[in-house]
């Protein structure tokens, strides 16, 4: 079928809105009619080949939409149905099975090869093969290819173009939080970075009752915001060291804090504000290779750093809880948002760079 969808034909390029040719759904597929992709910082680590994929293709990987078509072995979603997309996994490794998608195996091969697996592609133009698939989705378009693994079903009276984020940066943020660090209530957090995943994380901090909930960042404006969303203190790390800054709040440093951004240096900050036996997660995606230098002794004291990706989140079950909290008005990750449409995507993309909107949404 013809679709219209956003095409990188060349490392850090800008985006081309192209007619393309994409498949009909094989057993396993589902067909989606796409209403809204957010731009997540992952698409722009691909789009500049920070993280490899096959050029020219289509990226987006926080969509949602409605189902128009189902393979013949799908029994999740069935035609008319509203969907969330998410990331892939395998389903098949040892750790899929220990109910740990989030660390697959070929985590990469599921998100970033750019093709079904057993290689063949989804999108052509005119013969030439567009590289799509990725995250399963390839959402920057009218209609994206998903598998039965990757979609997350959810409820249809609720505005279905704002849910596309929950897909990745708002499951990561809040997943980090709320699945992986899991404070209890009244004890304390740093959150550094306060972009679209940072806040996201300070609403799972105010979900989970933290207190303080401490905003770093170098951005004014994205400080200002993050007070607006919960956070306690915030923290100007370009002025002033934020260590220092945290142990004067709290006089022993935090019990749990998160790096969002993919520095070292913040992430060495990240470990440094912490108290003994004080939890470090890191989320930040950094190009690969990147090194951090710690502490030994610091670590010795009970001090632990873990990864964390997309959240530890099963998107069928943490979706829906997230959906449900917002329906409460308990996680207004909505207010986040600002709309585009999809032939305006490199003005999203640049006002994103910019810092000028915490989660740009492409609509078709």
């Known amino acids: 079928m013809k679709i219209k969808a956003a095409v990188v034909r060349e490392k850090a390029g800008p985006f081309r809105i192209e007619e393309l040719d994409l498949d009909e759904p094989r057993e396993d597929e589902v067909l989606v009619r796409v209403v809204g992709c957010g731009i997540c910082h992952t698409d722009l680590v691909a789009r500049d080949q920070y993280q490899p994929a096959p050029l020219p293709a289509v990226f987006g990987h926080e969509g949602s939409g409605v189902v128009e078509k189902t393979g013949s072995r799908v029994t999740k979603v069935k035609p008319g149905d509203h969907v969330v997309l998410s990331y892939l996994s395998c389903g098949v490794c040892a750790l899929c099975k220990q109910g740990l998608p989030t660390y697959c195996s070929d985590f990469l091969g599921c998100n ?5 697996s057993d290689g063949t592609p989804t999108m052509h133009k005119n ?12 959402s920057f378009a009218t209609y994206a290819l998903a598998t039965e693994r990757n979609v997350a079903k959810v409820r249809k009276d609720v505005p ?11 499951q990561t943020g809040a997943g980090g939080v709320i699945n992986a660090l899991r404070p209890r209530a009244g004890s304390s957090i740093a959150i550094f970075g306060t972009g679209s995943v940072g806040v996201s994380a300070i609403l799972g ?7 303080p909930i401490i905003a770093v960042d170098i951005n004014p404006e994205r400080l200002r915001l993050a007070r607006e969303f919960g956070a306690t203190f915030a923290i100007d790390s370009d002025k002033t060291d934020p260590v220092e800054e945290i142990l004067k709040i709290t006089g022993t440093g935090v019990e749990y ?12 900050q990240a470990v440094d504000a912490l108290g003994r036996a004080g939890l470090c997660g890191l989320i930040g995606v950094a190009p690969m290779g990147s090194e951090v230098s ?8 009970g001090r632990t750093v873990r990864g964390i990706v997309e959240g530890d989140s099963i998107p069928d079950i943490f979706i829906p809880q997230l959906i449900e909290l917002y329906r409460q008005g308990r996680y207004p990750f909505d207010r986040m948002i600002k709309f585009y449409p999809l032939d305006q995507i490199n003005r999203a993309v640049e006002d994103t760079e ?5 989660k740009a949404v492409v609509r078709p």
């Not at 910019?354 to 915490?358: D, P, T």
Request: net charge positive.
């Open 354 to 358: 910019k810092g000028r909107v915490l």
């Open 294 to 301: 710690l502490d030994m002794h610091s670590i010795l004291n």
């Open 257 to 268: 804090s998160l790096e969002c951004v993919g520095i070292p240096k913040v992430l060495r």
């Open 127 to 138: 013969g030439e093969v567009i590289h799509g698939v990725f995250f399963g989705q390839s």
């Open 205 to 211: 901090a105010v979900v989970c009752g933290c207190t």
């Open 160 to 170: 279905l173009e704002v849910l596309g984020p929950l897909g990745c940066g708002v």
């Open 112 to 116: 970033f090869s750019a093709a079904r």
